[in-house]
């Protein structure tokens, strides 16, 4: 909370104790508590591009997995206005807690009192006094932070804004009503899974997983395993869906049940313009080149790690490090999966 409340201070020299507070207030709640009508939302938006005082968008840290995505002239040029809202509200879960925000308001004090920041010590004293009687309402900006730095912006996740560009990019294809392939591929605990829900979400398209096709266990031999990428049921995979995924009629393929080791049941595609084929392998080159726009994520051991310990536990992880993680590794170096992709995002620091 130190270092963004030092590099707000800096880049706005003329913020007041409000500004603080309402800094501090984003970066522990978020954007949950500024919605409540999407259309007025996105009337919102629109009204504050047209009226933006700066020329082009960008992204602001502000902390805690939150970002500050300013609206300049320009950012219909880049997403929609409608696009913006989407990723707003998907930004908007319900976040933080009393006790955490009133400790980081005692580290603004701390700083204030220290001369830290560029703010009046009293100013500051009669601030969160008053604040702290109101019972921590939220905030607005003063009126000398309107006056001087004309804020238009919304609050969002932090991820959003390494994946702003691939937003982007898939969304121009879908404005101009291209089908749009897209394949996520990338190291196992990297958020491939997550991101593929909210390309879903924000963009309207189907999800096809490569947890689909694990490879039965009467294919697993010892050769089929050692191949590169050979633990995917790949031939099903392209006769299921690569034959299918540029067609403008529904298909189905059948899911493949790791528990019970056999298909159990069946998914529908419908013909929806964006498609998009998420999990480790789906870049395999078995199947050629039949994607639009090729993804590769990934994030270090150490997130990796934690990540996986909390999902699948301490058990699995050790089955993770031993088995599957250098079988991945195998198949990323062997199939150049890496340079293959249009868009390559580390996760880490999500």
């Known amino acids: 909370m130190e270092n963004i409340i030092k590099q707000h201070g800096k880049k706005y020299p003329k913020m007041t104790a409000q500004d603080f507070v309402k800094l501090i207030y984003q970066n522990e709640f978020g954007c ?25 968008c960008f992204f602001e840290n502000i902390g805690n997995g939150f970002s500050r995505f300013w609206l300049g002239k320009n950012t219909e040029d880049f997403i929609s206005a409608d696009t913006v809202n989407k990723i707003f509200i998907l930004s908007s879960g319900k976040t933080g807690d009393i006790l955490s925000f009133k400790n980081k308001l005692s580290v603004f004090y701390n700083m204030t009192k220290n001369s830290e920041i560029n703010v009046s010590l009293k100013d500051t004293e009669i601030y969160l006094k008053e604040y702290e009687k109101e019972n921590f309402p939220m905030v607005s900006h003063s009126d000398i932070f309107h006056k001087e730095y004309k804020p238009a912006y919304k609050v969002m996740k932090t991820c959003f804004a390494f994946y702003f560009n691939l937003i982007s990019e898939i969304e121009k294809r879908l404005s101009q009503n291209k089908k749009t392939v897209v394949s996520i591929d990338g190291r196992c605990a990297s958020g491939k899974s997550t ?7 924000i963009l309207d398209g189907e999800i096809i997983s490569t947890d689909d096709f694990f490879l039965p266990f009467e294919k697993r031999t010892p050769e089929r395993m050692a191949e590169c990428g050979g633990n995917l049921d790949y031939e099903r995979f392209k006769a299921e869906v690569i034959e299918y995924i540029h067609s403008e009629k529904e298909f189905t393929y059948g899911v493949f049940s790791c528990c019970n080791g056999k298909i159990e049941s069946k998914k529908k595609i419908s013909p929806k313009k964006l498609i998009i084929a998420e999990g480790s392998y789906s870049g395999h080159e078995y199947f050629g080149n039949p994607y639009d726009i090729r993804v590769f994520l990934t994030a270090d051991t150490d997130s990796q790690k934690k990540r996986i310990l909390a999902r699948n536990g301490e058990k699995m992880l050790k089955n993770f490090e031993e088995k599957w993680i250098p079988m991945e590794e195998k198949y990323f170096e062997g199939q150049k999966i890496k340079g293959k992709s249009n868009f390559i995002i580390d996760t880490s620091i999500f």
Do not use: P, V, Y
């Open 195 to 201: 991101l593929a829900k909210l390309l879903k979400d």
């Open 32 to 56: 949950g508590h500024f919605i409540s009508d999407k259309n007025k939302s996105l009337d919102k938006i629109k009204a504050e591009i047209k009226q933006s005082n700066t020329d082009n």
